[in-house]
């Protein structure tokens, strides 16, 4: 599994890993620019509440890696700059820790972020009765705020021996949800929720939904390459719902659950029109990956211009805060 999360690494810096043919469909929308703006872009206030903890920003840095030795170093990088930046971070699957207690120390950056919010995260496929106690005793002992579950079927139908029985897996889901003590997030890995997921968690006692929809990394297009070293199933890497479509499908079955929007989020505008859309807070993952090698400088400059982008939206369509950006809506093109 250690080569595997390392190729995992590789493949994302080297291939290319984005849909090639799919949008996020955000290009479609338009933030309405207001010309007379009574906002003062410095007042411009983008703090929110998420999984309760306060964030300066409603940033997430998305869910990538552990397991392997740079691993370590990547999460290090990038939860320091959560820390320093006042935002939140998602664990890559934590599956590894449960079998591997060297591995475990990729997942340590408590001793750089101690306020955070860190997010654990487990596979649905892997989620079982027999594991909760070994799964909570992971997410105690990197300090996790919250629990993020990634369902990834056809991820899983991609790799070599991947887990691809998901029969039970909502009930799975449901049992968990209530049988621990942290909050639970259900999360794609970029091929989108949409309506027939998000009705079976209507009365699901999770506490957030990220509907990681389709339009930046594939990750059926990933494990193609670490299985075969190319593309042998080229509909299947383009297969997913775009994210634009995943928010407002998942908004309109679950309209008070708090959602994250990723998937191909690039910039501050991308951003806050997600937001606008009706995201509570956004997620970003691979282009944070190369910066997250070099230093946690590198993360936190990135990080920093993607903020400031969104700070100028609201101030440009006239939105003091995040609820007046929620009231403005976005309008089609």
């Given at each position: 599994?250690?080569?595997r999360?390392?190729?995992?690494?590789?493949?994302?810096?080297?291939e290319?890993?984005?849909?090639?043919?799919?949008?996020?469909?955000?290009?479609?929308?338009?933030?309405?620019?207001?010309?007379?703006?009574?906002?003062?872009?410095?007042?411009?206030?983008?703090?929110t509440?998420?999984?309760?903890?306060r964030?300066?920003?409603?940033?997430l840095?998305?869910?990538m890696?552990?397991?392997?030795?740079l691993?370590?170093?990547?999460?290090?990088?990038?939860?320091?700059?959560a820390?320093?930046?006042?935002?939140?971070?998602m664990?890559?699957?934590?599956?590894i820790m449960?079998?591997?207690?060297?591995?475990?120390?990729s997942?340590?950056?408590?001793?750089?972020?101690?306020e955070?919010l860190?997010?654990?995260?487990?596979?649905?496929?892997?989620v079982?009765?027999e594991l909760?106690?070994?799964?909570?005793?992971?997410l105690?002992?990197v300090?996790?705020?919250?629990?993020?579950?990634?369902?990834?079927?056809?991820?899983?139908?991609m790799q070599?021996?991947?887990?691809?029985?998901?029969?039970?897996?909502?009930?799975?889901?449901?049992?968990?949800?209530a049988?621990?003590?942290?909050?639970?997030?259900?999360?794609?890995?970029?091929?989108?929720?949409?309506?027939?997921?998000?009705?079976?968690l209507?009365?699901?006692?999770?506490?957030?939904?990220?509907?990681?929809?389709?339009?930046?990394t594939?990750?059926?297009?990933?494990?193609q390459?670490?299985?075969?070293?190319?593309?042998r199933?080229?509909?299947?890497?383009?297969?997913?719902?775009?994210?634009?479509?995943?928010?407002?499908?998942?908004?309109?079955?679950?309209?008070?659950?708090?959602l994250?929007a990723?998937?191909?989020i690039?910039?501050?505008?991308?951003?806050?029109?997600?937001?606008?859309m009706?995201?509570?807070?956004?997620?970003?993952a691979?282009?944070?990956?190369?910066?997250?090698?070099?230093?946690?400088?590198?993360?936190?400059?990135?990080?920093?211009?993607?903020?400031?982008?969104?700070?100028?939206?609201?101030?440009?369509?006239?939105?003091v805060d995040l609820?007046?950006?929620?009231?403005?809506?976005?309008?089609?093109?």
């Open positions: 599994m250690e080569s999360k390392a190729k995992h690494i590789d493949v994302c810096l080297t290319a890993v984005d849909y090639q043919t799919v949008t996020t469909g955000l290009e479609r929308v338009v933030l309405p620019y207001n010309a007379l703006t009574q906002t003062s872009l410095g007042a411009v206030d983008l703090h509440e998420f999984l309760g903890v964030l300066e920003a409603p940033v840095i998305g869910a890696t552990g397991g392997a030795e691993s370590g170093v990547i999460n290090r990088n990038l939860a320091a700059a820390e320093k930046l006042g935002i939140g971070m664990l890559g699957s934590q599956r449960l079998d591997d207690e060297v591995a475990s120390s997942f340590a950056v408590r001793n750089v972020a101690p955070a860190l997010i654990g995260n487990i596979g649905l496929a892997q079982s009765d909760i106690p070994q799964l909570v005793a992971a105690d002992r300090g996790a705020n919250a629990l993020a579950v990634h369902t990834n079927p056809l991820q899983e139908a070599h021996e991947g887990d691809t029985d998901f029969t039970g897996s909502i009930e799975r889901l449901r049992h968990l949800a049988a621990i003590d942290y909050p639970v997030m259900l999360k794609e890995v970029g091929h989108g929720i949409g309506t027939a997921a998000a009705a079976e209507v009365d699901c006692p999770i506490a957030a939904v990220d509907v990681a929809g389709a339009g930046g594939s990750w059926a297009r990933v494990e390459y670490v299985r075969y070293g190319e593309i199933y080229p509909t299947l890497a383009e297969w997913g719902i775009p994210t634009a479509q995943a928010l407002r499908e998942v908004r309109g079955i679950l309209p008070d659950m708090p994250v990723s998937g191909g690039r910039t501050g505008m991308d951003a806050a029109k997600a937001l606008a009706g995201a509570d807070v956004v997620a970003v691979r282009p944070l990956l190369a910066p997250a090698i070099e230093s946690t400088a590198a993360v936190s400059d990135w990080l920093q211009s993607f903020i400031a982008e969104l700070q100028i939206c609201l101030h440009g369509c006239g939105a609820a007046a950006l929620r009231r403005r809506g976005v309008n089609p093109l």
